[in-house]
T-cell receptor
């Protein structure tokens, strides 16, 4: 079946602009995660959604970052007033459920470059 | 605090050599889960294995094997008879029972030359 998909694959934006990154999880997966991968910080957790529960936002680095998940499926990660340090690959993952440690399946990522 | 350490930043081997990737973790939880992921040059993280803290049996899958030792807080990964297609970045990760996020190590870049 189809895996996790993300769009766009690449995004170049000017400092100060807002960007939206999209994630389509695997059908039937109720848990969705956003991670960020950068050279200096490695892979960092950002936010987690499970069904209709309140999201776990503990990994968001600043209030410029927000995410939503509509209809329990597609998720959008929004970065406002982008800064150069936001340049990274943003990875989305989904799993069958969040309560159990099911393996997380990752999408190909969105490479964000802030100029 | 939870932490995963992959001390080997880069490893280079020649095809058919065996190679072991080290992973050491820190956690105060009694129940936790360990994972290995592979990130080939294409960039997509590929799940390899999950191991529960209460199951210390080693596992073998083809040329891949994993050695889990709670006494040393290690979860090492061995590739036997390495191949060029094994070239990738390998990540070890930890998750507590109560947690949701994976805590990743910095990764080990494996280069296999022919």
């Amino acid at each position: 079946g189809a895996g996790v998909s993300q769009s766009p694959s690449n995004k170049v934006t000017e400092k100060g602009k807002d960007v939206e990154l999209r994630c389509d999880p695997i059908s039937g997966h109720t848990a969705l995660y956003w991670y960020r991968q950068s050279l200096g910080q490695g892979l960092e957790f950002l936010i987690y959604f499970q069904g209709n529960s309140a999201p776990d936002k503990s990994g968001l680095p600043s209030d410029r970052f927000s995410a939503e998940r509509t209809g329990g499926s597609v998720s959008t990660l929004t970065i406002q007033r982008t800064q150069q340090e936001d340049s990274a690959v943003y990875l989305c993952a989904s799993s069958l459920a969040g309560g159990e440690p099911y393996e997380q399946y990752f999408g190909p990522g969105t490479r964000l470059t802030v100029t | 605090a939870q932490k995963v350490t992959q001390a080997q930043t880069e490893i280079s081997v020649v095809e058919k050599e065996d190679v072991t990737l080290d992973c050491v973790y820190e956690t105060r939880d009694t129940t936790y889960y360990l994972f290995w992921y592979k990130q080939p040059p294409s960039g997509e993280l590929v799940f390899l294995i999950r191991r529960n803290s209460f199951d210390e049996q080693n596992e073998i899958s083809g040329r891949y094997s994993w050695n889990f030792q709670k006494s040393t807080s290690s979860f090492n990964f061995t590739i036997t008879a390495s191949q060029v297609v094994d070239s990738a970045v390998y990540f070890c990760a930890l998750r507590s029972q109560a947690g949701t996020a994976l805590i990743f190590g910095k990764g080990t870049t494996l280069s296999v030359s022919s």
